[in-house]
């Protein structure tokens, strides 16, 4: 019971977050390298046990709000399944494992995921309560960690890649706020973030609707830019678009329709045809850029 407290307080499931450091090693076309696929892994364990200490500080500092709240007060903190001291030394026990890891990785590699650390301990004390600056932040991590993924293994990311990626996680933020909006109607006396007062079901929607056409642009002009043909030796990338415009539609479907979307990693691994889609475009990727097809 004690472990599977801790497997909670460490969010293991968010975990998945962090494949995003794998995606410069994808389109570097280094993923069949296993010299560089371990060292990206060593970063994405890194990540993982960073992210958990930002999410054990949140907990922590959310603990009474977190009770109050339909879903958040099964949290082993809020429950008080672990004690608030309990899980600050947790947190310290994993951020010095993090200190010493990271002299084993590149300057820029660390020092990425130090601001990945201060960002969002920013955002636990303050940003998280400032309109527009919470989903910002939200994105800024996600872009930190493909960032972090180049620097890992020396390589350049596109720019429109970069972008796709702040569009996506702006997309995905911004859908996280309208789910709790739902949550706030739903259940009009539960004590939730105070943010939300400034949002509205409109404007989160505009907000939706602006960063879902960012992500299929982007991407979809990232896969015929004259970079990437060139680099790729192939304008086949382009093929690649439908599962991208899927994944984006079968998400509002999700938020709209089945009024889901608090948790983005729920959906990715719960939601059969968001798996298979996902799974189909990875495939579809690998074999394009690897020349396999």
Known sequence: MIIKNYISLFRIPQWIKNLFVFVPLLFSRHLFDLEYLFIVLGGFVIFCLT??????????????????????????????????????????????????????????????????LLLNVFYSFWFKHVVLLDIFSIAAGFMIRVVAGAFIINVEISSWLILTTMFLSLYLAVMKRRSELVVVKDEPNTVTRKVLAFYSFNFTDQMATVAAAGVIISYALYSVSSRTIAVFGTENLIYTTPFVVFGIFRYMYLVYISEKGENATEIMITDLPMLINTMLYLLTTTLILYKII
């Open 51 to 116: 992210s958990s200490v930002v999410y054990i500080i949140n907990d922590i500092i959310d603990s009474e709000a977190d009770k109050y709240h339909p879903v958040k007060k099964n949290r082993p903190v809020a429950s008080g399944e672990i004690t608030q001291k309990s899980a600050a030394i947790a947190a310290f026990v994993l951020f010095l494992i993090v200190l010493f890891s990271l002299q084993y990785f590149e300057f820029l590699f660390s020092l990425s995921a130090a601001v990945y």
